[in-house]
C-alpha cells in the first residue's frame, strides 16, 4: 500500500470511539447486573478481543457495527472452557488480568506473538499482594493463569506511569474488602478512574495518588441512557497529521476525546505552531469532547519531558515523523517505556523511519529527530512490524507521492481499520502500487467475458503489477468459493450473473451504492474486510451520459427483471427519469422489481407489465436487460414499441455487438448505445475502487473493441 495526495485533503471525519475507553465501558457493563448499550465502540480487533473474551466469560454480548449491548453478570462470570484469546490487545489482558483476579476460578489468558512477549509482571506482582492466584511464564510474560483470589486492597507504587497496570489494580480493587491505592511516578490515562466515578463508584485523587474504597462492585451502576464513547484522540492524531502536511489542506474531526491525560500531542503540536483549533468543548460522562479543526502548517521543532511521556506515549512515532518536518533537532526525555509496546517502537522509529529518510538518533531513554523543512522520504519498502502505530506512522511518511510502500499494512486493523476509508474520503489516494493485485471475475458461464482483456489492459497502461481471472463458479459453491478466494488473495473481484445478489451475505459490508440495490458486482477489500459495491449502475449511467443522454425527465422502457434491469431501474431513478416501465416475460418478476422499497418511495413514477403488454407511446430510452438477444433469438422488444429517430436505445448485450435489436433500431433511425459502452465504465470504476488510480478509459476502450471486433 502506498499513500499519496493529488492535493489539499478537504472534509469532515466522525471519530472513531476510543479504544481505552470502550475496553473500559465493556468490562465495567459485564460487572453490573444491567443490560448497558455502549454507543460509538472502538472498532478495530483489540476491543474486539476485550468482547470475544467476556463472551467466553459467559457475558451476552451483542454487536451492531459501533453500537455494542453488553448484559451483565452482577460481577459473577463463568469459567470458560477455554484459553482465553486476547489477540495482540494489552490493555484486554492487565485489565481483565485485575478483573478476573476477584473471580472464583481458573482463567488462562493468552494472546498473538507480541503480546505474549510484553511483561506481565508489573500487574502480576500487585495482583499476588492483593491476594490472587496468578502464574506467568518464566520470562514474566503471558499466557497468564489466574485462580482469582483477591481479598484485599492496600497501597502500591507502580514502577512506571502505566494506565494498564493501574486499572488493572483498580479493577482488582473493586471485590477488595479494604481500601485500594494506587500511587504512580507520573500520571497516565485516568479514563478508568472517570468511568467508576460517572458508574456511582467514588474515587479520591489527590497529588499521583488514586484510591477507591472498599467494595466498590456493590456501588457499580451503568449510567441508564447507556455509555457514549469520546473519539479516539490516538487515531485521529493520523488525520491531524496527514492534514498539517498536506499544502492547503483544513479538516474538521468531530467527537474527539481531549481527556488532558492524553492530549500531549494536542500541547506538543501547539509548540510546533501547527493550525489545530479544539472547538465546542462538551462533557460526555466525565470525558471532555471537541471538534479538531485542523490546517496545513509549517512546523516548528519542539522538546518532550519525561513527565509527559505517558500523555502521549502512542503518539511519539507519529510525532517523530512530524519532527522530520520541521527543521532543527527535537527531543523527546524518558521515552524507554516505548520498548515494551506492541513491538520494541524505539527501534522500530530508529530502523524503519531511518529507512525512509528520517534522521534519528536513540541515546539511552531520549529519542532525537533532526528534521528539514522540506523533508521528502527516500523510496522504500519498510515493515510496520506488526504494530497497528507504526503502519499509520509509515503509510503518512510517503505523502504526499506515495515513495513508501507499506508492507503489512492491514495491521491497522489493530486499532483504526478505517484508516485509509478516511484518508480516502478527505481526498488522499491509497494506491496499490508495487502490490501483485490478483483480481477476477467471479460467476457462471463466463468464458466469454470480455472483462479479462479490458482489465489486464488496465494494469498495463497504469504500470501495476497483476493479473485478471475467471473464475467459474456454481450457486451451491459461492460461498466456499468466496473463502477460497480469500485465502488465495484474490480480494477485488468482479461479480456476475448469477450470484450479484447471493454474494452479500458473503461479504462484511455493503457500500452504500449496493445497500439499497443489494445486488454486488464489485468486491473490494477495506480495512480486512471484504466490502460489496455496485458499478453497474454508474456504468449504465456514464454510458448513456457520454451517448449524450439526458435521464433527467425522460421515460424510459426496461425489458427485463433481473439484476441488470434492477440497476438500469435505479440508474433511471438516480437520474430522476419522469417514468420507467418494466417489461418482462414473468409479469410477477417486474412487478417485484417494480415493488422494491427505493423504486415505489421516489418522484419517479415506476410501472410494470408483462412483455405483451408494454403500453402504446413513446419512449425517449429503451433498455434491453435481458440475456436474450443474439442475432438468432427473436427481439425481445414487442413489436409496437415505437423505435424512430430521438429514441435511445442501450442493448446490454456486448456478445455479439449486433443483435437483433440493435439492427431493428438502426433500421428505425433510433440512436443504438452498445453494451459494450456499459461494460467499459462498471469496469473502469471497479478498476479504480480497487487500484485508487483513474481508469485509462480510452485505452480499454480500445481493447474491448478489438476484443469484441466491431
Ligand atoms: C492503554 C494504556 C497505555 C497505552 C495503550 C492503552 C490503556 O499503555 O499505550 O495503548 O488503555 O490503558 P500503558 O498503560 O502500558 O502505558
Redesign the pocket.
Known amino acids: 500500500m502506498r499513500l499519496c495526495t493529488d492535493g489539499p485533503l478537504r472534509g469532515e471525519v466522525e471519530a472513531p470511539g476510543d479504544?481505552?475507553c470502550s475496553?473500559?465501558a465493556a468490562l465495567l457493563a459485564a460487572l453490573t447486573d444491567d443490560e448497558v448499550t455502549i454507543f460509538n465502540f472502538a472498532p478495530g480487533e483489540d476491543c474486539a478481543s476485550t468482547l470475544d473474551c467476556l463472551a467466553a466469560l459467559g457475558v451476552p454480548v451483542t454487536r451492531r457495527g459501533s453500537e455494542v449491548t453488553v448484559q451483565g453478570r452482577a460481577g459473577v462470570l463463568d469459567e470458560p472452557d477455554r484459553v482465553l484469546d486476547c489477540g495482540n490487545s494489552?490493555?484486554t489482558m492487565?485489565?481483565l488480568a485485575g478483573l478476573l483476579s476477584g473471580q472464583r476460578m481458573h482463567v488462562i489468558l493468552s494472546g498473538d506473538d507480541s503480546l505474549n512477549r510484553r511483561p506481565m509482571d508489573r500487574i502480576v506482582d500487585p495482583l499476588r499482594h492483593m491476594g490472587a492466584d496468578i502464574r506467568m511464564r518464566e520470562e514474566a510474560g503471558a499466557p497468564l493463569s489466574i485462580c482469582g483470589g483477591v481479598t484485599r486492597g492496600g497501597e502500591y507504587r507502580t514502577p512506571?506511569?502505566?494506565?494498564?497496570?493501574?486499572?488493572a489494580i483498580l479493577l482488582a480493587g473493586l471485590y477488595a474488602e479494604s481500601a485500594t491505592t494506587v500511587r504512580e511516578p507520573g500520571t497516565?490515562?485516568d479514563?478508568?478512574e472517570r468511568m467508576l466515578e460517572a458508574w456511582g463508584v467514588p474515587v479520591q485523587r489527590h497529588n499521583g495518588r488514586v484510591r477507591l474504597g472498599g467494595k466498590g462492585l456493590s456501588r457499580l451502576r451503568a449510567p441508564e441512557d447507556g455509555v457514549r464513547i469520546p473519539g479516539d484522540i490516538?487515531s485521529v492524531a493520523f488525520l491531524v497529521a496527514a492534514a498539517l502536511l498536506t499544502p492547503g489542506s483544513e479538516v474538521l474531526i468531530r467527537n474527539v476525546g481531549i481527556n488532558p491525560t492524553r492530549t500531549g500531542i494536542l500541547a506538543v503540536l501547539e509548540s510546533m505552531d501547527a493550525r489545530v483549533e479544539a472547538d465546542n468543548v462538551r462533557d460526555w460522562m466525565g470525558e471532555p469532547v471537541a471538534d479538531l479543526l485542523v490546517r496545513h502548517s509549517s512546523l516548528r521543532p519542539f522538546q518532550v519531558e519525561e513527565d509527559m511521556v505517558?500523555t502521549l506515549?502512542?503518539e511519539i512515532p507519529l510525532l517523530a515523523l512530524l519532527a522530520a518536518h520541521a527543521r532543527g533537532t527535537s527531543t523527546f526525555r524518558g521515552v524507554g517505556?516505548l520498548r515494551?509496546?506492541e513491538t520494541d517502537r524505539l527501534a522500530a522509529v530508529q530502523e524503519e523511519l531511518g529507512a525512509v529518510g528520517v534522521q534519528c538518533r536513540v541515546r539511552e531513554d531520549t529519542l532525537l529527530i533532526d528534521g528539514e523543512e522540506d523533508f521528502s522520504a527516500i523510496p522504500a519498502t519498510p515493515d510496520a512490524r506488526g504494530d497497528h502505530r507504526m503502519a499509520m506512522t509509515l503509510a503518512l511518511a510517503g505523502l504526499p507521492d506515495g515513495r513508501v510502500e507499506l508492507r503489512n499494512d492491514s495491521a491497522v486493523d489493530i486499532?483504526y481499520p478505517q484508516f485509509f476509508h478516511h484518508l480516502r474520503s478527505l481526498g488522499a489516494r491509497p494506491s496499490s502500487r508495487g502490490e501483485h493485485l490478483q483480481m477476477g471475475l467471479l460467476g457462471e458461464g463466463i468464458e466469454d467475458s470480455a472483462s479479462p482483456p479490458m482489465l489486464r489492459t488496465a494494469l498495463e497502461v497504469c504500470g501495476l503489477r497483476g493479473s485478471y481471472r475467471l473464475f467459474d463458479v456454481g450457486s451451491k459453491d459461492l460461498g466456499a468459493a468466496v473463502r477460497g478466494l480469500g485465502a488465495l488473495g484474490v480480494v477485488r473481484f468482479n461479480v456476475t450473473r448469477p450470484h450479484k445478489v447471493a454474494i452479500c451475505r458473503y461479504l462484511d459490508r455493503l457500500a452504500p451504492s449496493a445497500r439499497d440495490l443489494e445486488a454486488v458486482n464489485t468486491v473490494v477489500p477495506d480495512g480486512g474486510e471484504l466490502v460489496g459495491h455496485n458499478t453497474d449502475v454508474a456504468g449504465v449511467a456514464r454510458a448513456l451520459r457520454d451517448a449524450g443522454f439526458r435521464m433527467q425527465d425522460s421515460r424510459v422502457l426496461i425489458v427485463g427483471a433481473g439484476g441488470a434491469a434492477r440497476a438500469a431501474l435505479r440508474a433511471a431513478v438516480d437520474g430522476a427519469a419522469a417514468g420507467v416501465h418494466i417489461a418482462n416475460r414473468s409479469p410477477r418478476a417486474a412487478a417485484e422489481l417494480a415493488g422494491l422499497w427505493w423504486a415505489e418511495d421516489c418522484a419517479t413514477q415506476v410501472h410494470c407489465s408483462g412483455l405483451t403488454d408494454v403500453p402504446g407511446g413513446r419512449f425517449d430510452l429503451i433498455i434491453q436487460a435481458t440475456p436474450v438477444g443474439s442475432l438468432d433469438a427473436s427481439c425481445p422488444l414487442p413489436e409496437h414499441c415505437h423505435l424512430g429517430a430521438g429514441v435511445t436505445v442501450l442493448e446490454m448485450i456486448y456478445r455479439p455487438q449486433v443483435t437483433s435489436l440493435v439492427r431493428r433500431a438502426r433500421t428505425a433511425g433510433a440512436k443504438v448505445v452498445p453494451g459494450s459502452e456499459m461494460l467499459l465504465h462498471q469496469g473502469a470504476r471497479a478498476f479504480e475502487l480497487w487500484t485508487g488510480e483513474a481508469a485509462p478509459v480510452q485505452k480499454m476502450r480500445e481493447e474491448l473493441g478489438r476484443v469484441l471486433r466491431w
Open positions: 479504544k481505552s475496553h473500559r494489552g490493555t492487565r485489565l512506571v506511569a502505566s494506565a494498564q497496570v493501574k486499572s497516565s490515562r479514563h478508568t490516538s505517558p506515549i502512542d517505556e515494551f509496546k486499532s
